[in-house]
């Protein structure tokens, strides 16, 4: 069964410190990896994926997140927080043996970046 | 604008009345998702939609759940005689491409349902 642990409810930074939000998966197949982000009273906003390829993705709002399939790991990080960083971020995994594509998240992880 | 959008934001209702929710994929995608987050379980995957037929019903959590796609774009989920769990935000997602992997969900803003 395809799962995903997010193991910290919130995460409490410092403006223009780096980052980690972490993430753990586990599905049967292959996995595609996505990070998204809510802000209050907002849908999900897209961040970044991992497909194939480099280990290493970059996304929107200088994010990146490293893939480790050894670790079955997917953290989301950015060298120097922004208090408008601030918001809820929800790791997501997508196994390819799911013919619907649906998505399965962990349970979200609340950035708070401090001034 | 081109985004995924959803009718009503906020919808109140007495326990037991049926209920509506409405989604606006964005143009062109054939792929659509219902999700509902809620404080207790996450955010949950209802229901998959490829045109106007739903291979994955999976994540329906009981029979008061239906939900039906016309013209393989607007889509209606139906909560029939609400109870007071069903209060959770509900989330719809498009997808341009069912048969491409790669695209990733696109979500409206939610619905708010709360069920007195």
């Known amino acids: 069964a395809q799962s995903v642990a997010q193991p910290e409810d919130q995460v409490n930074v410092a403006e223009g410190n780096p980052l980690t939000v972490k993430c753990t998966y586990s599905?049967?197949?292959?996995?595609?990896l996505f990070w998204y982000v809510q802000y209050p009273n907002r849908g999900l906003q897209f961040l970044l994926k991992y497909i194939t390829g480099d280990n290493l993705v970059k996304g929107s709002y200088g994010f990146e997140a490293e893939f480790n399939k050894s670790q079955t790991s997917f953290h989301l990080k950015k060298p120097s927080a922004l208090v408008s960083d601030s918001a809820l971020y929800f790791c997501a995994v997508r196994d390819d043996a799911d013919s619907s594509y649906k998505l399965i998240f962990g349970s979200g992880t609340r950035l708070l970046v401090r001034p | 604008g081109a985004g995924v959008s959803q009718s009503p934001s906020n919808k109140v209702t007495e326990k037991g009345k049926d209920v509506e929710l409405r989604c606006d994929p964005i143009s062109g995608h054939t792929a659509l998702y219902w999700y509902r987050q809620s404080l207790g379980q996450g955010l949950e995957f209802l229901i998959y939609f490829q045109g106007n037929s739903a291979p994955d019903k999976s994540g329906l959590p009981s029979d008061r759940f239906s939900a039906e796609r016309t013209g393989g774009s607007v889509s209606t989920l139906t909560i029939q005689r609400t109870q007071q769990e069903d209060s959770a935000v509900y989330l719809c997602a498009s997808r341009l491409e069912p048969g491409r992997a790669l695209n990733e969900q696109f979500f409206g803003p939610g619905t708010r349902l709360t069920v007195l």
């Open positions: 599905v049967s197949g292959n996995p595609y």
